[in-house]
């Protein structure tokens, strides 16, 4: 299984390029840009990556992005995960990234965006490795300051496809962000949030109702409601769910839990993805391995999941019928 999981050829839809941050990385460009770092080594940095919850992570999270400071760093973050890309055969991938936690620091949105998209066309072009790129906005902050993230946006609209919402999801429901996502809509953009991560199925209604969502980022909790899972099969509305993510940030006990497989055999157009690979143990090929391990997925439910994320990604129709049938294909 092992093996298989290695070489099916795989999209990614869930990926924080903040989350990608390993603790090497971190003490490299915090000797480089010449910060300090409160943890001796590598070791005891990733000592302390054990979290209670969501927010217990993104406290850690929002600290570790204070050594990305130039052009350079936001190109090496996402080159290394690129790599990463290459080694797990993820062909195609959508990554979020969280411009205000840098524009709180000082850092402009030039320098955070330059380096991540001189990445992505260099992934593109020597690794063939496919992306989009979407702007998350953080939900603990005001509308007033995704308003002013989106207009600082929009010199580089061309390389953004889309928007999305995360951070400390409960207290914090779409409702909040109504008018910045309509506007959002408005200028082009495709809409994704996170919802139904510790927050309740009542948001994951909103975020596609409210904010007109065309994906939901983990959406794990819409087994609650089972109107709500009757309209994501009926509607093929795609969940990006996060296996080890979920189980570091203590949304299932343990993976045997999870349940993802439930609603894959339910209809619902379920996909994995790594979340914060850097923070959670584990890239894609972890990701579907813990699948195996603890869910006992069949090879059949593991190419389904893949091929959910072809149906549910943004490429154009031709390039998402060579990645179907390269699965397909795949033994
Ligand atoms: O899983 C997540 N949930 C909410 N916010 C986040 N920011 C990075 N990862 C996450
Ligand atoms: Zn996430």
């Known amino acids: 299984m092992e093996s298989f999981i290695a070489g099916l050829p795989k999209v990614e839809l869930h990926l924080h390029i903040e989350g990608t941050l390993e603790p090497e990385l971190t003490f490299a460009l915090a000797e480089r840009n010449g910060i300090s770092l409160p943890y ?21 999270y929002y600290q570790g992005a204070d050594v990305l400071q130039t052009e350079q760093d936001f190109y090496d973050l996402t080159w290394a995960y690129l790599m990463r890309c290459r080694q797990d055969r993820v062909m195609h991938t959508e990554i979020f990234f969280d411009p205000q936690t840098h524009l709180d620091r000082g850092i402009d949105f030039a320098t955070v965006i330059g380096g991540i998209h001189s990445a992505l066309v260099a992934g593109r072009k020597t690794l063939g490795v496919s992306s989009c790129l979407i702007m998350c906005f953080l939900r603990h902050l005001s509308e007033e300051s995704a308003f002013e993230t989106l207009e600082k946006s929009l010199p580089f609209k061309a390389w953004i496809d889309g928007v999305g919402l995360d951070s400390s999801e409960v207290g914090n429901p779409p409702q909040k962000f109504a008018r910045v996502f309509a506007k959002a809509c408005e200028l082009g953009f495709r809409v994704v949030a996170h919802a139904g991560e ?45 296996p080890l993510s979920n189980l570091k940030l203590r949304v299932f006990d343990s993976m045997a ?74 033994v």
């Open 40 to 60: 001796a080594d590598v070791e005891s940095l990733r000592a302390a990556y054990n979290f209670s919850d969501l927010q217990s992570f993104l406290d850690l």
């Open 198 to 242: 510790e927050g309740p199925a009542s948001y994951i209604w909103d975020a596609l109702d409210v904010l007109n969502t065309e994906r939901i980022d983990h959406g794990v909790r819409c087994v609650d409601d089972p109107l709500l899972v009757a309209r994501l099969v009926a509607e093929r509305i795609p969940l990006t769910v996060c």
């Open 257 to 330: 839990d999870h349940n993802i497989l439930d609603l894959l055999d339910k209809g619902v157009c379920v996909t994995v993805n790594s979340d914060d690979p850097a923070y959670f143990g584990g890239y894609m090929n972890e990701n579907y391995q813990a699948l195996a391990d603890s869910l006992m997925a069949s090879k059949e439910q593991i190419r389904r999941l893949a091929l959910n994320s072809v149906e549910a990604c943004w490429l154009p129709e031709k390039e998402k019928e060579v990645l179907r049938n390269r699965i397909l294909a795949y």
